[in-house]
């Protein structure tokens, strides 16, 4: 094996390089083995449902997984390219007892991974994830199926349509989105079909990009990582709102008839106050991580509703909504939570929510980016540094000395990226000014003194507003 048991699952499932690492048919097929010896209740015919978005290694990752769960008797359903939150739903709709999407999510066509759903469509938890990380590294071939007893293996026809009633049944009823003008980013990901047919069938006049995937385009300068050419054509088509979701459209950006975008903070600011107004909030607060804007904490004080900060990762997101009782979280990136109608990050439902607002409150699209007012806030992402530095208690005591000292007017978050080779140093303050010598304090403290063997020499520093 290629993968140890405290790397193989990152922050969104397994992630890595194609046919590298733990992406190879071999690591797979077992990890597939692994999970359904974890997740195996009772005695009935277990069923995985497999989708994937629309990268090239798809196509080698999918036979891989199949083998594994058919050796342990699991049959499967594939559904081909299919949006990552289409999967959750269709977990719970067909009493299936394991989901599985392949895809990186917004990472480029290069790389790839794996997420899991329980039957309860929730991502797995950490501790299901240890033991499946354990299992992969012993011998399970005592557990494969007798030959009669080795799992069947089908395609599902109609997921896409499935998914699409699902999305819009989201939308409240009576609405429409009939005079609405969108332009839609589909990343030439796993959307690439469905999201032009659920805005159209509502009523809106599309105009569709990202939507010719060749296996190799995904997320290529465009979707939600890559806003550009949707601020630029929603200009040029002079239409009321832009849409981007990533590679498996868990994730969202929007951007007003300016060009001016709208991410996951504001999208949720924008949910949040209108399902307050409307009763629909539940648990007096909001779920998101240590990466929102202080901005969202202070928009959510003035409705007297709480902010609970969570990890990074939309499944940590998920995990304190149910703890607390609450129907919509978010991660700024644009997971958004829609609790009411999805158990994971889902782009089209949090999209339709925000056109809700718009169309029941007769508003221009600029209004939205006017309803969160963030604070200044700059990310650094050091490449090629070790992150085991997060680790050292020296370096952790005196970010979080620099942390207290600025608590009043600022906030600094340094932590390691779950999906790449990463630390990422986050500063945001109400003094626009103070930020980049908080950000170069914060970076002094990381390559200070004796830790600093501990760093590659060739680092790079990567700026992102």
Known sequence: MTTSSDTLFGTDGIRGLANTGPITPVNLMNVAAAVSLCLKRGNHRHLAIIGKDTRLSGYMIEPALVAGFSAMGVDVITTGPLPTPAVAKLVRSMRADLGVMISASHNPYHDNGVKFFGSDGFKLSDEDEAEVARL??????????????????????DSIGRYIEAVKMTFPRGLRLDGLRLVLDCAHGAAYKIAPTIFWELGAEVCSIGVSPDGFNINAQCGSLHPEQLCARVIAEKADLGIALDGDADRLILCDKNGTLINGDAILAIIAGYWYEQGLLRGDGVAATVMSNMGLEHFLSTLNLKLYRTPVGDRH????????????GG???????????????????????????????????????????????????????????????????????????????????????????????????????????????????????????????????????
């Open 136 to 157: 992969v590294h012993t011998d399970l071939s005592s557990h494969y199926a007798q030959p009669h007893a080795m799992g069947r293996v089908r395609r599902m026809e």
């Open 317 to 328: 997101v998920v995990e304190a909504m149910r703890q607390n009782g609450l129907n919509l």
């Open 331 to 465: 991660e700024q990136s644009g997971h958004i939570i829609v609790g009411e109608h999805a158990t994971t990050g889902d782009g089209l439902i949090a999209a339709l929510q925000v056109l809700a607002v718009m169309q029941q409150h007769d508003l221009d699209s600029t209004a939205l980016t006017n309803i969160l007012k963030p604070f200044p806030q700059k990310i650094r992402n050091l490449k090629n540094v070790d992150k085991s530095l997060l680790q050292d208690t020296t370096v952790t005591k005196r970010l979080e000395k620099l942390q207290e000292k600025v608590a009043k007017t600022a906030r600094i978050v340094v932590r390691p990226s779950g999906t790449e080779p990463l630390i990422r140093i986050m500063v945001e303050c109400q003094d626009e000014d103070k930020i980049d010598a908080l950000l170069n304090e914060a970076e002094s403290i990381l390559f200070d003194g004796k830790v600093n063997k501990l760093l590659n020499p060739d680092r790079q520093v990567e700026a992102a507003s």
